[in-house]
């Protein structure tokens, strides 16, 4: 576990407050890294959470989204233009491909 994540643990703070707090010290500590997880949450699993993944992909895209794609493919050993291919389709996976690549 991160300090951070044992610090935490055992103060007052719980449920929903920790979860809140351990996610904003995480997204200060490594924004690319912190994005990079919340894309492959977005897309692990059964479905895709689209609102999420077109928001970061859109959002990130002229801040530091080469940044974020390295971070992905270092955490899960992919690249986020194969997890897009992989999970999409269409015209909407057509446009966040123009997008990451």
Same mark, same amino acid.
């Given at each position: 576990?991160?300090?951070?994540? =044992?610090? &935490?643990?055992?103060?007052?703070?719980?449920?929903?407050? +920790?979860?809140?707090?351990?996610?904003?010290?995480?997204?200060? /500590?490594?924004?690319?890294?912190?994005?990079?997880?919340?894309?492959?949450?977005?897309?692990?699993?059964?479905?895709?959470?689209?609102?999420?993944?077109? =928001?970061? &992909?859109?959002?990130?895209?002229?801040?530091?989204?080469? +940044?974020?794609?390295?971070?992905?493919?270092?955490?899960?050993? /992919?690249?986020?233009?194969?997890?897009?291919?992989?999970?999409?389709?269409?015209?909407?996976?057509?446009?966040?491909?123009?997008?990451?690549?």
């Amino acid at each position: 576990k991160q300090w951070y994540q =044992r610090r &935490v643990r055992g103060t007052e703070m719980s449920g929903e407050i +920790e979860l809140g707090f351990l996610s904003i010290v995480k997204k200060i /500590k490594n924004v690319p890294t912190y994005f990079a997880e919340e894309l492959y949450k977005s897309m692990k699993g059964l479905g895709t959470d689209d609102d999420q993944l077109i =928001r970061i &992909v859109v959002w990130r895209s002229e801040i530091d989204l080469v +940044e974020i794609k390295g971070a992905f493919h270092s955490l899960y050993a /992919k690249s986020l233009a194969d997890f897009i291919k992989e999970d999409t389709s269409g015209d909407f996976r057509s446009l966040l491909l123009l997008i990451v690549k």
